[in-house]
């Protein structure tokens, strides 16, 4: 960024939405931060401090619906996502109850997913590898699909609807036409196939998290058809584009910080501070929404009742009144309580999930690739502002070696 005059909060979140900006929007962060409550012009408050988000994620005056008129008229208004207790809280429970106890204990099947994405390329030679297309992007379809029980030989429908419907959670005015008539195509073409697969289920129940939504023995009986197909497609997107962007921007930190890639060489229990350190300085899910339910004070101002928030988790998790040198990457930062998974009520419940899918995906690149540098720096970034990350990601490498824990 080359200019230092103030910029009002509509500008710096139109710099934000600017696609030539995605691969550092964090000096705009940084300039949000000066006034961490704002109002934009068009109404919505744009708040970005640490404080200030942590404080809203915990206010009960605060609610989920991000009044986006377009969700009226979809099914996709009643994903737990965007509801309220009782309703938010009910679902919650149902899904974290199937969800959890089915994802403990998967260490190592992930560790065996990864291992065989990483075979397909192993070559004594020097060669290259796109890590968002050959790892980061089928590792997370691959889990997700067999945790919900989609049958693998889908999982390449369904991994491209994931793909296709994460636009969608950008603001509207920022879609082209054509991308609006294309969301609408990928909802209804995964509504189709969700209908197909919960038919087959009702006939033929399995152990799959999409039988244990539909035959739950919670109180409240299992999920009906509508709020089935709609936390499916919610787990789809929620659990998929973020964990890709988690492994490429966990990457991208590793190649631009050698020091570190040979620490986590040597030291695998490093992986686990540093995927927080990547969930806190380069974070998949850079905002989300709100509404406010009454006034509320704060930072100095007044949020009046009705207003639309966005919650700027990306400049929060940055905020030098909270995380001290916030620019720097420090893989063992201590004390490191970022906002990558959100907060309070709404807080990531997959958050177990993505970190071991990370922790184990960046392991392996750092032990595997020999000498491995960025082809381009920065990379090719997607369109997608809220969920952000690299679209390609080449790397280059002397030699990729077979995985030293099965030998
Ligand atoms: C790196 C990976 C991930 C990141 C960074 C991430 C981030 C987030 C964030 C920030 C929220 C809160 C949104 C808000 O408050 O508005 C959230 C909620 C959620 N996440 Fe994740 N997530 C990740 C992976 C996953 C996975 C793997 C799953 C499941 C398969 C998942 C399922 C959910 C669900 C269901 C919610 C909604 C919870 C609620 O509304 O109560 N996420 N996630």
């Not at 005056?61 to 008229?73: G, H």
């Not at 087959?200 to 058809?225: E, N, Y």
């Not at 040597?266 to 998949?284: G, I, K, M, Q, S």
Request: net charge negative; hydrophobic share 40%.
């Amino acid at each position: 960024m080359t200019t230092t005059t103030p910029c009002s909060a509509t500008d710096l979140f139109t710099h934000v939405l600017r696609h030539g900006n995605r691969a550092d929007p964090y000096p705009y962060f940084a300039q949000m931060r000066q006034q961490p409550v704002a109002r934009m012009d068009d109404g919505t408050w744009l708040v970005s401090g640490y404080h200030e988000i942590a404080q809203l994620l915990h206010d009960p005056r605060i609610s989920a619906d991000r009044l986006n008129p377009q969700d009226a008229a979809r099914p996709a208004a009643r994903s737990l996502l965007v509801q309220d207790p009782p309703n938010h809280d009910q679902l919650r429970r149902l899904v974290t109850q199937e969800f959890i106890p089915r994802i403990m204990g998967m260490r190592d099947h992930i560790h065996a997913v990864v291992t065989q994405l990483l075979d397909a390329h192993t070559t004594p030679q020097p060669g290259q590898l796109d890590v968002v297309a050959e790892l980061a992007y089928p590792l997370p379809v691959t889990v997700i699909c067999e945790l919900l029980g989609v049958p693998r030989e889908d999982e390449p429908v369904f991994g491209s609807l994931a793909r296709r419907l994460t636009r969608g959670l950008d603001p509207v005015d920022t879609q082209t036409d054509e991308e609006i008539h294309e969301l609408q195509q990928a909802r209804t073409e995964l509504v189709q196939y969700l209908e197909v697969l919960i038919q087959q289920r009702h006939t033929a129940p399995g152990d799959d998290l999409l039988s244990g939504l539909m035959f739950s023995q919670d109180p409240s009986g299992g999920m009906g058809p509508v709020d089935l197909r709609v936390t499916l497609g919610l787990l789809l997107i929620a659990g998929h584009e973020t964990t890709v962007n988690l492994i490429a921007n966990g990457t991208l930190a590793l190649l631009r910080n050698p020091e570190v890639l040979a620490r986590l060489r040597n030291d695998p229990a490093l992986a686990t501070p540093l995927v927080e350190e990547v969930l806190r300085y380069d974070p998949p899910v850079q905002m989300s929404g709100r509404s406010t339910l009454a006034d509320i004070d704060i930072a100095g101002t007044t949020i009046p009742k009705g207003a639309r928030v966005r919650l700027v988790l990306a400049a929060g998790s940055r905020d030098a009144k909270r995380f001290p040198d916030p620019d720097r990457f420090v893989p063992d930062r201590p004390d490191n309580a970022h906002l990558g998974f959100g907060g309070g009520l709404h807080y990531c419940i997959g958050a177990t999930l993505a970190r071991a899918e990370a922790q184990i995906a960046l392991t392996a690149l750092a032990r595997r690739l020999d000498s491995p540098r960025l082809v381009a720096d920065p990379p090719p970034y997607r369109e997608n502002t809220i969920l952000r990350g690299p679209e390609h990601l080449m790397v280059s490498f002397d030699r990729l070696t077979p995985d030293v824990q099965a030998n």
